[in-house]
């Protein structure tokens, strides 16, 4: 099977839909509309105190611009709040779609890079959290790092300029606090992502593996091994918190002491001067509090920003990566056009045609070649088993047939259509495959029958069951059609599962069907019943049937030989 390669692929590529965007700008002008306004009315609380101080009234415009500075904050943080977090859910949507689409585009090649469970995790927990990091975090974030130039400005143009120019001076302190913080806690941060992975992928990998672990007495080791996983994961999750709380303590015990101190003192001297009022001075103290709000968000950026950042490293990891075949059909391909149009020209609907195919799951020009110039016509109708040993090439020409694979050199034409030259759904939409490993969903027959039709009746999917001898089988079950097959068909014998991945087939209804060693799992009695239902099926289609022996292959026209990724003989049946 073939191996995914990692392409450089630009950091620039959005993960969020441009709606998303646009709401961290928004959420982003929001927080600093939410700042100017609580600015503004610190200070006219300064005016109150000020007219108390001296024992005269306060003016309906004072009252009323604090009444409203008050309520329009008040409303901006509400909606604020509620917008991000609604965004946050529509864009952890749009994410996992793109993941899984991606997951998909990439083909059944085996994947050595990523686990399941790994990949579980991605999908699922950190897609929530690159989620919420870019929607409730990020603009936010931005806002709060503004907020004491905000506070400055205001500080400047409504109370002392001096006192702004001395308050000023702490700014560049809140972002080489958070910046050097960052550089120190980034590896924990990226080692407890690794660490959430692995453990994602060593219990689903013990799950699965139950039987063979208890049959194998080796349930204990690997409980032990799942045992030091998670106290890894603890490790790793523990020292990030540990930051955390000790970069929260070192900015609430140091830094905050001293901006409020550093205010007052600065309050107190202007006061003594003359410079400025009773009011004004509590005013600069009550706006320095402002100039906090980006510390108040270091607890979030070691939970929510560290962890988002991680796990949007591996996001746009996983989406950089390329099947192999596809770089090397864009990339090295170095067919000659006229092998394309005598393809085109000879290209006819139910036809399987091979033209110098040449085949390698790499893209380097001297990696193994799985097929080598391989020719095969395989005409409208006509049925062709090919056996050979295993690692011969016979799984990558199935896999070049249904269009999961594209040749480096030469052509493949499927029904009429040039494998490579047109979408892979085209290819397989005139192609049905039953493979030696049946993978059934979690679900009744029914759900897995209507994977190949979404809207097949019970009657179609009576008839399929029928022509594949699984109908008796079925009509014996208390829920018929209904019946849970239990996760991957446990509930159901190999030769059953095989068969109902015929009827599958079958609903199909493709011109074309591909019979990739479907009796290789299975005993005497359940090949028996599969070979009679494939000779049904494939009556009136074009059928490759690969197998490893050719007692395998039944009612078929031709045996191909296929050795070392050439056919070395042709048998006529």
């Known amino acids: 099977m073939a191996k995914t390669t990692k392409t450089k692929k630009s950091p620039k590529e959005p993960l969020g839909t441009r709606a998303g965007t646009h709401i961290i700008r928004l959420a982003l002008l929001l927080g600093l509309i939410t700042t100017a306004t609580t600015g503004g009315l610190f200070v006219l609380l300064g005016t109150v105190i000020d007219a108390a101080n001296n024992g005269t009234d306060v003016s309906g415009g004072t009252i009323t611009g604090i009444i409203v500075l008050a309520l329009v904050s008040t409303l901006i943080v509400g909606f604020s709040l509620f917008l991000t977090q609604t965004s946050a859910v529509w864009e952890e949507l749009h994410l996992r779609h793109k993941l899984v689409s ?188 402002i100039m906090l709000e980006p510390l108040d968000r270091i607890g979030q950026f070691f939970y929510v920003g560290m962890g988002g950042l991680a796990a949007q490293r591996k996001a746009r990891a996983f989406l950089a990566e390329k099947p192999a075949y596809h770089i090397i059909s864009d990339e090295k391909r170095a067919t000659d056009p006229t092998v394309h149009q005598d393809a085109a020209a000879s290209a006819q609907p139910g036809a399987i045609t091979l033209h110098n195919v040449t085949f390698a799951y790499s893209a380097d020009e001297d990696a193994k070649q799985v097929l080598r110039n391989l020719n095969l016509d395989i005409a409208p109708g006509e049925h062709v088993g090919l056996i050979g040993t295993s690692g011969g090439g016979k799984s990558t020409l199935a896999g070049l047939v249904l269009g999961d694979l594209v040749p480096r050199t030469g052509s493949v034409t499927v029904d009429g259509k040039i494998v490579g030259e047109v979408p892979a759904a085209q290819i397989r939409s005139g192609t049905a495959a039953v493979n030696q490993t049946t993978w059934l969903f979690t679900g009744t027959l029914a759900d897995n029958l209507r994977i190949a039709k979404a809207d097949a009746t019970e009657d179609e999917m009576w008839q399929a069951l029928d022509t594949a001898a699984l109908a008796e089988d079925v009509r014996t079950m208390p ?95």
């Open 102 to 289: 991606h997951l998909m585009s990439l083909g059944t090649q085996e994947r050595s890079a990523e686990r399941t469970g790994s990949i579980v995790s991605l999908l699922t927990d950190d897609t929530e959290r690159i989620s919420y990091y870019r929607q409730t975090f990020l603009g936010p974030m931005i806002g709060s790092m503004l907020a004491p130039v905000i506070t400055i400005l205001i500080i400047g143009t409504t109370i002392d300029w001096e006192i702004a120019g001395w308050l000023a001076l702490t700014i560049p302190a809140v972002p080489i606090l958070i910046g050097s913080f960052e550089m120190v806690f980034r590896k924990v941060s990226g080692k407890t992502v690794s660490a959430r992975w692995e453990l994602s992928s060593t219990y689903l990998d013990a799950i699965q593996g139950l039987t063979t672990l208890r049959t194998f007495r080796a349930a204990k080791r690997i409980s032990k091994q799942l045992a030091d996983i998670g106290e890894s994961n603890r490790v790793s999750m523990m020292k990030l918190l540990f930051g955390n709380q000790l970069v929260i303590f070192i900015v609430d015990a140091v830094f905050s002491l001293v901006m409020i101190t550093l205010s007052a003192f600065l309050s107190y001297q202007a006061l003594r001067d003359g410079d400025i009022t009773i009011g004004q001075a509590v005013a600069v103290v009550l706006l320095s509090t």
């Open 479 to 573: 829920d018929g059609l209904n019946t849970e097959v239990g996760e991957r068909g446990y509930s159901l014998s190999g030769g059953q599962a095989q068969r109902l991945a015929i009827a599958r087939a079958i609903l199909a209804n493709a011109p074309i069907m591909v019979f990739d060693e479907p009796t290789s799992h299975v005993d005497i009695n359940s090949e028996a019943a599969i070979l009679a239902a494939m000779e049904k099926v494939g009556r009136g289609k074009t059928v490759l049937t690969i197998a490893h022996r050719p007692t395998a292959l039944r009612d078929v026209d031709r045996i191909l030989v296929l050795k070392d990724g050439e056919l070395a003989e042709e048998k006529q049946s």
